[in-house]
């Protein structure tokens, strides 16, 4: 009987493995803690379901045919110096997450759009401060990186009233959102938005490409919203720009270090909201259909569901 197994969350294990049961009756399907390290057991894998496996540990594996990331970022694969990348690896794609990145993604635009920052404050230090915000029909979000996320992030700002663009690597179409690439789209993206979700995956092209250059371009008093990853931000260029009112306000899910170190200015700073990396999550429940079919297609020799390209990082 094929073999897979799952590493997460320690109360997530029961829940993927009964959810995986359910679709494919035909897999063993073992949390990765019960696995063991006797070479009988690790000839035993077939499929691996992980977050953040010990480094070395899918290298160790000698009969693995594929990798699911129970995230749709990678990094907590790519830590690993001897992740087997000959493998097909696919992310995560769970309309469960999706759905919890659309709403974190309105709730940190309207955050910032109706200037709760500073009426937070404003109630910290019991000061009746009247701030009227403009209505979200004379507001533009651009959503940088509108893959699976962004898109569907986008399209919800859109409902709200905001007017929406993207930008993405490569050329894509949407029926009612305008979509920009490559660096002459990103000028047209950053000169007209009032706001930016960044929703792109951590690769050696997006390190810190909200730099001083990239904030410049900005419109004065742009709000940044990033759910995407810490290593998108240069932190010290948006720490000058929130000062200097070229950035009005952030709110943000990622960082380089996480958890946030305690003396990080982000923790303080009245026009910076912190969550620790809460933006979505993977159910699951609503997860495994892309489990089963990511499985189903590999052994079927048909195309991968969201496989990665390590040669684009993602
Ligand atoms: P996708 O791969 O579907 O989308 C990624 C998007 O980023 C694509 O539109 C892609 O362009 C674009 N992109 C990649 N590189 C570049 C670049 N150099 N310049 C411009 N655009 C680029 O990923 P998902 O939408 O599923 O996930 C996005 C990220 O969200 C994850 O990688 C992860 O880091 C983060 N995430 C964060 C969570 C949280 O809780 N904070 C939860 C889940 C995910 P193209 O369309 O041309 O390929
Ligand atoms: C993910 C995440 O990548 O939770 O899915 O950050």
């Given at each position: 009987?094929?073999?897979?197994?799952?590493?997460?969350?320690?109360?997530?294990?029961?829940?993927?493995?009964e959810?995986?049961l359910?679709?494919?009756?035909d897999?063993e399907?073992?949390p990765?803690?019960?696995?063991?390290d006797?070479?009988?057991?690790?000839?035993?894998v077939?499929?691996?379901?992980?977050?953040?496996p010990?480094?070395?540990f899918?290298?160790?594996?000698?009969?693995?045919k594929?990798?699911?990331?129970?995230g749709?970022?990678?990094?907590?694969?790519t830590s690993d110096?001897d992740?087997p990348?000959?493998l097909?690896?696919?992310r995560?794609?769970?309309?469960?997450?999706?759905?919890?990145?659309?709403?974190y993604?309105a709730?940190?635009?309207l955050?910032?759009?109706r200037?709760?920052?500073?009426?937070l404050?404003?109630?910290a230090s019991?000061?009746?401060?009247?701030v009227?915000?403009?209505?979200?029909?004379?507001?533009?979000?651009?959503?940088?990186?509108?893959?699976?996320?962004?898109?569907?992030?986008?399209?919800?700002?859109?409902?709200?009233g905001?007017q929406?663009?993207g930008?993405s690597?490569?050329p894509?179409?949407?029926?009612?959102?305008?979509?920009?690439?490559?660096d002459?789209?990103?000028?047209?993206?950053?000169?007209?938005?009032?706001?930016?979700?960044?929703?792109?995956?951590?690769?050696d092209?997006?390190?810190?490409?909200?730099?001083?250059?990239?904030?410049?371009?900005?419109?004065p008093?742009?709000?940044?919203i990033?759910?995407?990853?810490?290593?998108?931000i240069?932190?010290?260029a948006?720490?000058?720009?929130?000062?200097s009112?070229?950035?009005g306000?952030?709110v943000?899910?990622?960082?380089h270090q996480?958890?946030?170190?305690?003396?990080?200015?982000?923790?303080a700073h009245?026009?910076?909201i912190?969550t620790p990396?809460?933006?979505?999550l993977?159910?699951?429940?609503?997860?495994?259909?892309?489990?089963?079919?990511?499985?189903t297609?590999?052994?079927?020799?048909?195309?991968?569901p969201?496989v990665?390209?390590?040669?684009?990082?993602?």
């Amino acid at each position: 009987m094929p073999k897979i197994i799952v590493s997460d969350s320690a109360s997530l294990v029961d829940r993927w493995i009964e959810a995986i049961l359910a679709r494919c009756p035909d897999l063993e399907a073992v949390p990765l803690a019960d696995l063991g390290d006797d070479p009988a057991a690790l000839a035993s894998v077939d499929y691996a379901l992980v977050w953040a496996p010990e480094p070395g540990f899918l290298a160790s594996l000698p009969n693995l045919k594929l990798i699911v990331s129970v995230g749709a970022g990678l990094d907590h694969l790519t830590s690993d110096p001897d992740l087997p990348r000959h493998l097909p690896t696919v992310r995560m794609v769970d309309p469960g997450l999706t759905q919890g990145m659309s709403e974190y993604c309105a709730w940190g635009v309207l955050t910032l759009h109706r200037l709760f920052a500073p009426l937070l404050n404003s109630q910290a230090s019991g000061s009746w401060d009247v701030v009227h915000a403009p209505i979200a029909s004379n507001a533009r979000v651009g959503v940088l990186g509108f893959g699976v996320l962004g898109s569907k992030a986008g399209e919800a700002l859109q409902a709200l009233g905001f007017q929406v663009c993207g930008w993405s690597r490569s050329p894509k179409q949407h029926d009612s959102i305008p979509l920009y690439h490559g660096d002459e789209g990103l000028d047209a993206v950053l000169a007209s938005c009032d706001q930016l979700v960044l929703l792109m995956p951590a690769t050696d092209e997006t390190y810190k490409i909200v730099n001083d250059a990239f904030l410049a371009r900005c419109k004065p008093g742009v709000g940044i919203i990033n759910a995407g990853r810490g290593s998108l931000i240069d932190d010290e260029a948006l720490l000058q720009a929130l000062d200097s009112g070229q950035a009005g306000g952030a709110v943000l899910d990622v960082f380089h270090q996480e958890p946030l170190p305690s003396d990080h200015p982000y923790w303080a700073h009245p026009k910076v909201i912190v969550t620790p990396h809460v933006a979505a999550l993977t159910y699951p429940e609503t997860g495994a259909d892309h489990v089963a079919a990511a499985i189903t297609a590999l052994e079927a020799g048909a195309p991968l569901p969201a496989v990665v390209d390590w040669d684009r990082g993602y």
